[in-house]
């Protein structure tokens, strides 16, 4: 079995994702989309991971926007499992006919969600990094929300979460290097924010286990069934 991750700048990585996909012997290809990769055919991969990133997902001047949408609807017409987070939960929604634009409560930190899901989406605590908010594609039911709107939901095989199970404490402290003038700008306390997710290692890394099993249950990856096996 093979998962693509979709990675829109060098601080973009699968983290805790990629250790659950590695769990479940399932290897890992990353398309550095920042770097000018080309995406495969979807059809090579059993699931596909678009991760976050800093650029809007309703933004057309982003150079690599129009593809990475065309191919997660080839994705989605050839029933290849997808699992969105965050901008890859914007951008899916976008490609299956949703809409995403500016949020009107931006969220940076650590949250608790109102899940109608627990069994698929626990409540949380997660980590939110997004200033934007999207509305659900037709057919797509919301599995959960927050005030400042969507925080996952699904729709056929695919799942979509808004806030970020992968992120590790060297991956925030990039963003927030990355992100700095921002965030100060929004009042985000970048020290508590860092000290506080190095607090909660042990809690992030078994919450993204356990909600990467479900993608891997939901979208039905066994070895049995694995396209190529």
Partial sequence: ???????HEADVAPGYLGDAADRHGIAVDVCELWAGARLPAPSDHDLIVPLGSAEA?????????????????RAAADDVPI???????????????????PAT????????????????????PWLEWHFDTLTVPPGARVLARSAAGVQAYEVGRHLAVQFHPEV???????????????LVHHAVDVDALADETRRRVPHARAAAYRLFDRVVERAGLTATNARGV
Avoid: K, N
């Avoid at 079995?1 to 990675?7: D, P, Q």
């Avoid at 997902?57 to 065309?70: G, H, K, P, Q, R």
């Avoid at 590790?168 to 921002?182: H, N, S, V």
């Fill in 83 to 101: 699992f969105g987070v965050c901008f890859g939960a914007q951008a899916l929604a976008r490609a299956l006919g949703g809409a995403v634009g």
């Fill in 168 to 182: 590790t404490p060297a991956i925030l402290d990039d963003w927030i290097t990355a992100a700095y003038d921002q």
């Fill in 1 to 7: 079995m093979r998962a693509l991750f979709i990675s």
């Fill in 105 to 124: 409560h931006p969220e940076v930190g650590w949250f608790t969600i109102e899940s109608d899901a627990p069994h698929v989406i626990d409540p949380g």
């Fill in 57 to 73: 997902a309703y933004d057309d001047s982003v150079t690599w926007l129009a593809a990475e949408l065309d191919y997660l609807r």
